[in-house]
């Protein structure tokens, strides 16, 4: 059953937005939105893991949880999403901590 998904990205290579282009529609610059299937999903974000570089990506999607929805993100980032209880929270980092830290999540 299709789902709807989106992602965000930042300073990705111009392959990987390709890529995801075939699959979704970018709205306005580096922001994909599609309805796909969680096995096209799941492609989808691993190969944005695989090919993110020096750049960050975030994939927002419906999961069956408290809020609805489930976020999972690549490359260096402030913001990384914690688990607190169940509930997806964002946390944010010193600029340096981000730039030396990788979120595989």
Do not use: C
Not at 23 to 37: L, N, R, Y
């Amino acid at each position: 059953m299709p789902s709807m998904l989106v992602i965000a990205t930042t300073a990705v290579p111009d392959h990987l937005r390709g890529a995801l282009s075939r699959w979704t529609s970018e709205v306005v610059p580096g922001i994909f939105v599609g309805s796909v299937s969680a096995r096209v999903r799941d492609q989808l974000w691993q190969a944005v893991t695989e090919t993110v570089g020096d750049g960050a990506a975030v994939l927002v999607h419906p999961a069956s949880t408290e809020q609805g929805y489930a976020i999972h993100t690549a490359g260096t980032r402030r913001r990384a999403p914690e688990d607190f209880d169940g509930l997806t929270l964002i946390r944010m980092r010193a600029a340096q901590q981000a730039k030396n830290e990788q979120s595989p999540r």
